[in-house]
């Protein structure tokens, strides 16, 4: 039971992830790194995306 509600959270967390990342003023080539990312490394990438990256792509893929 918990672990099917950590992989749903997980699922719903990288879609809301990728979203934010494409809407984001960054390069194409910037914008799909930066998913392919997030979606190889699970949770991980989510909280270094979420705690850090996040604010930083645009200055990182400009």
């Known amino acids: 039971m918990i672990g099917t509600i ?3 959270a997980g699922i719903v967390l990288a ?3 990728c ?3 494409w809407k984001k003023p960054i390069s194409m ?3 799909i790194v930066s998913i392919v990312l997030v979606l190889i490394t ?3 990438g989510l909280l ?3 705690l850090y990256a996040k604010d ?3 200055d990182w893929f400009k």
């Open 6 to 8: 950590l992989y749903v």
């Open 48 to 50: 270094v995306y979420y």
């Open 19 to 21: 979203v934010d990342i």
């Open 42 to 44: 699970s949770w991980i």
């Open 56 to 58: 930083h792509l645009v």
């Open 29 to 31: 080539v910037g914008k």
């Open 15 to 17: 879609i809301l992830a």
